[in-house]
């Protein structure tokens, strides 16, 4: 799709596209399905060569829109971090589900400040893996990888490019 040495992060414009392309991209997941090439290698190698090209700082889309969950070693560590205690961080930044399960209890995340993360180097693993498109296992994945199609300039990117290369043809 776009041969450029830079990749647009237009959200206004990826969330339109995404809408435009429900069924186009409904297509490309049942297409995908069947798909006997080697997936992750493709979605490995335009993930590595797209998000070098993307500065996430000039987004943090992800950060403004994603719920994220925490581990209790996650929760300790950045209470430790930020010199309170896990109770404290409990009643100021997490929520905890009936079954004990931790998340941040805000949407856009407290700690996104001028899209950077303010607790970068002990952000939560969800933060580290987003959006997973280096992870194996894609074909397992494109439902939930279609999810952030209109959120995140690399899976957008991503999955543009992807079509191209598998000679995916939507139907009318």
């Known amino acids: 799709m776009n041969n450029s040495s830079t990749y647009p992060i237009d959200l ?22 069947a798909y006997t090439g080697n997936l992750d290698e493709l979605v490995h190698d335009l ?3 797209i998000s070098e090209k993307i500065d996430c700082t000039a987004c943090g889309n ?22 309170c205690t896990l109770a404290e961080l409990k009643d100021s930044h997490l929520e905890e589900s009936m079954g004990g399960q931790l998340i941040i209890n805000t949407i856009p995340c407290h700690f996104l400040h001028e899209n950077k993360c303010t607790v970068y180097e002990d952000r ?29 300039p690399i899976v957008y990117h991503v999955i543009e490019e992807l079509k191209g290369i598998t000679n995916f043809v939507a139907e009318k």
């Open 12 to 33: 206004g414009f990826i969330a339109t596209e995404s809408d435009d392309r429900l069924l186009e991209n409904e297509q490309f997941r049942r297409f995908l399905g």
């Open 47 to 49: 993930n590595f060569r």
């Open 62 to 83: 992800c950060c403004r829109s994603l719920m994220i969950n925490v581990t209790p070693q996650e929760a300790s560590n950045l209470a430790d971090r930020l010199g």
């Open 124 to 152: 939560f693993a969800e933060c580290r893996e987003f959006p997973g498109l280096h992870k194996g296992g894609f074909r397992d994945r494109i439902f939930s990888t279609l999810m952030h199609y209109g959120r995140c």
